[in-house]
């Protein structure tokens, strides 16, 4: 069984990697993944919930630098919050920031040194994007191969009569977030999960796995 080494940073909870041992296993190769999260509770929990993979506390932007030419396939979910929408809405009410721009060096450095597969994942920001990416679900998708139309069936929770929001993503993703006791907001974690359904759609295309409900669907970006 061929041995397929994966690197997923800015790891969090694993809401990407949740769904990505069915999909190794339907492309007959051993999965190998070493997570990267700077945040050393949810590092715990991640290890908690993926005893297997290789959990490590560190700068991912730094580790993606040192550590790439390691892995098959590399998966980035950098911070989102200086590229978010959010911040138009609230430029008059708080102390606003530069955009992040380690975001466009992993695309680039990405882009240009990786010799596998990789994805850079972010919210639609409010600004144009600086690199052309590919739009799914109110997220962007930077990827050297194609991605399907379609990534998730699953519609996001309506939070409109909803008191217990972190209760109903607890749900959305299969995951208690009250589990976390770390410095930052259960909420603001639960909300940047990635859903678990687009990780296994996006590895899938990354392995070129076909599900037989997607056989239809031929039209790519």
Known sequence: MKQYKVLN????LGGNRYKWNDVAEQANVNLQVTAVELDEELARLYQERFPNDNVIVADAHQYLLDHYKEFDFIWSSPPCPTHSRFNISM??????????MKLYEEIIF??????????????IPFY???????ERNR???WTNFNLPNVV?????????????????????????FTKYQGQQSSLKISRN????EA??????AALNIQRKKDIKQTELF
């Not at 940073?9 to 969090?12: E, F, I, Q, T």
């Not at 144009?128 to 590919?134: D, H, S, Y």
């Not at 999960?193 to 678990?196: A, I, W």
């Not at 990780?199 to 899938?204: A, D, K, N, S």
């Open 9 to 12: 940073l800015y790891a969090c």
């Open 91 to 100: 430029k008059t009410k708080r102390k606003m920031l530069y955009p992040d």
């Open 110 to 123: 990405l882009d240009n040194y990786f010799d596998g597969k990789y994805v850079v994942e972010n919210v």
């Open 128 to 134: 144009t994007p600086l690199i052309a990416a590919k």
């Open 139 to 141: 997220h962007l998708y």
């Open 152 to 176: 998730s069936d699953r519609k996001n929770p309506d939070f409109s009569r909803v008191k217990d929001v972190v209760g109903v993503m607890s749900k959305f993703h299969n995951y208690d």
């Open 193 to 196: 999960l990635v859903d678990y």
């Open 199 to 204: 990780g296994r759609t996006i590895f899938e």
